[in-house]
């Protein structure tokens, strides 16, 4: 079975091919088909990202200050999230667990997140990572962690899986 191009790699000597695939960039060596799917949940399966912006511009609003708009809303509001989520533990010991406990194939196994700590929480256990942009994450800094598959919403990733199992 041929290992996927970069599952154990740390990100930054994560550097497979990449080709585009409609509006997702894809590695350019074929892969394992994905069998599995394990799915983060904020920001990625749940757009929670848009009320939180939308509120967070109305509080501000209400306090006389200007509002933000989406990308310094995900390059510096994003950046306490982030501090949070990672403070609530250790995603890479779960996802561990999870492929453990479910018998799960590594190299058939993908994890999507919208995320830096994901996409390295991915990394970290072996799986085959896809980054969902959009979220609560800019687009250059979750690239920069080198997801295996970069898609702007699930759809995409639902079609790319669909024609290049």
Known sequence: ???????????????????????????????APIRVIILDWSGTLVDDPTPVFLTTNHVLSACGLPPMNKDAFQREFCKHIQQTYVGLGDKTYALRRIVSENRLDPATTLYVGDMEHDIEAGHGAGLRTCAVLGGYTDAARLQAMQPGLVCHDLSELAALIRTHP
């Open 1 to 31: 079975m041929p290992t996927p191009p970069c599952p154990d790699s740390p990100p930054a000597t994560c550097s497979a091919p990449r080709q585009q695939v409609g509006s997702c960039a894809v590695p350019a060596t074929p892969a």
